[in-house]
């Protein structure tokens, strides 16, 4: 994991930093770390940089390029329709108020 060192307030405003780095990055650990795919750590960098990014860079680096939020909420939505939970026995309910 390596991070862009730029604040997410300022992400917007520096977009073309942004993605200059972020694909800087992302080309290092496929090139000497050998990732086969690429996982953005923030859902604020794709919205920042406009739409169509993530795909534009995707296309530019050859291999997959994730967003971990849509992840998280397709994971969400995949749970719900399964009526699956997380696991009572590692997070068990919270006991009841007395």
Do not use: W
Request: aromatic share 4%.
């Amino acid at each position: 994991m390596k991070a862009v060192n730029i604040p997410i307030l300022e992400m917007a405003a520096r977009k073309d930093e942004l993605e200059r780095k972020f694909v800087e990055i992302a080309r290092y650990q496929i090139d000497k770390e050998g990732a086969q795919l690429i996982i953005a750590g923030t859902g604020a960098i794709f919205p920042s940089l406009g739409i169509g990014s993530r795909e534009r860079i995707e296309q530019a680096l050859g291999v997959p390029v994730l967003e971990g939020t849509g992840i998280a909420i397709k994971t969400l939505e995949m749970l719900v329709s399964l009526k699956l939970t997380h696991s009572k026995k590692t997070y068990p309910s919270p006991a009841e108020a007395i």
